[in-house]
């Protein structure tokens, strides 16, 4: 069984910037691709980015794209993802997910909440 962890979520103003870490237990971390959903009140839950285990392939949503980078250490067992120039519309819990697919939702983070001000 894996674990997830998230932290790094917080309060921040438009345009500022947060790096959100998820550190997962176990030693098949590499074996996994990794991603980030996020679930903003009153909407679905919606995906954001994934990183291939190599961290060679990384999709990203279009609302996200450019703004915000994911990352991997696999010796750290930790994934990354950088936000910048963040909006409003950014403001969800952000849950870190592990996968066989580039669309990984096998296991999931218990969420961390980002909130942007303007």
């Known amino acids: 069984q894996v674990q997830l962890v998230e932290s790094g979520g917080g309060l921040v103003q438009l345009g500022g910037s947060l790096r959100l870490s998820c550190a997962a237990s176990?030693?098949?971390?590499?074996?996994?691709?990794a991603g980030w959903f996020r679930q903003a009140p009153g909407k679905e839950r919606e995906f954001v980015a994934a990183?291939?285990?190599?961290?060679?392939?990384?999709p990203y949503a279009n609302s996200v794209k450019g703004r915000f980078t994911i990352s991997r250490d696999n010796a750290k067992n930790t994934v990354y993802l950088q936000m910048n120039s963040l909006k409003p519309e950014d403001t969800a819990v952000y849950y870190c997910?592990?996968?066989?697919?580039?669309?990984?939702?096998?296991?999931w983070g218990q969420g961390t909440q980002v909130t942007v001000s303007s």
């Open positions: 997910t592990l996968g066989v697919t580039m669309y990984p939702t096998m296991y």
């Open positions: 176990g030693r098949t971390f590499g074996t996994y691709a």
């Open positions: 990183i291939s285990t190599s961290g060679g392939t990384t």
